[in-house]
């Protein structure tokens, strides 16, 4: 079936190296695409989002970037803190206001 | 900033109880959703609602669950017999009818079926 998934299950990054997320997705008709990050005991936080029509966004520290033609997600945290440790999921919306549909989810650990 | 609140924050419960978790949106948001997330795993959609009727639903939403906007501010998810598998952590989320499709999140209640 259709499936949002990540690449990696954890990734442990230098405080003030760059974070680099991945995430496939396999739904073509998937036209928004949204990155959250879940704090321990916290409802998921929106970080970043990308429409279909889109290449690269940016945002404070963040950058979405979309590659439609391998089906790829990615975020980039630029200068990543201990404050970004978290799991991070990737999600998918096929239509507007439909329902999310998200991936498995990716473990940020920042080292001092 | 206007947010999602959830109560209760646990909910601890026995098998074939019925329990109600409750969720008031954020103020002019007219999409509403429930998503749970059963511990270490992902975030699953399980049934939103637009209008006062369900818009889409999972399969994961049977005819144990159901859900409702009793008055102008509540939204409202049920599970008539609950059972062990339910138990999970239990997330509302809202987004405007304008503008950008962003959900916003509640901070969840966690359900615990004993």
């Known amino acids: 079936g259709e499936s949002v998934g990540l690449h990696l299950p954890t990734l442990s990054v230098q405080e003030g190296d760059n974070s680099i997320i991945n995430c496939a997705y396999s739904n073509s008709a998937s036209d928004y695409f949204i990155w959250y990050k879940q704090e321990s005991g916290k409802g998921p936080q929106f970080i970043i989002d990308i429409r279909s029509n889109m290449d690269k966004r940016q945002g404070q520290r963040v950058t979405v970037l979309l590659n439609k033609t391998v089906k790829h997600l990615s975020l980039q945290i630029a200068a990543t803190q201990p404050g970004d440790s978290a799991v991070y999921f990737c999600a998918e919306m096929a239509w507007s206001w439909g329902k999310l549909q998200f991936g498995a989810g990716t473990q940020v650990v920042v080292t001092p | 900033e206007p947010e999602v609140t959830q109560t209760p924050s646990h909910q601890v419960t026995q098998m074939g109880q019925e329990v109600i978790l409750r969720c008031v949106p954020i103020?002019?948001?007219?999409?509403f959703y429930w998503y749970r997330q059963i511990l270490g795993q992902k975030v699953e959609f399980l049934v939103s609602?637009?209008?006062?009727?369900?818009?889409?639903k999972s399969e994961i939403f049977d005819d144990q669950f159901s859900v409702e906007r009793p008055d102008g501010s509540n939204f409202t998810l049920k599970i008539r017999s609950t059972k062990l598998e339910d138990s999970a952590m239990y997330f509302c989320?809202?987004?405007?009818?304008?503008?950008?499709?962003?959900?916003?999140f509640g901070p969840g209640t966690r359900l615990t079926v004993t």
């Open positions: 609602f637009y209008n006062n009727e369900i818009s889409e």
């Open positions: 989320a809202c987004t405007s009818p304008t503008g950008e499709y962003e959900q916003y």
């Open positions: 103020s002019n948001h007219l999409y």
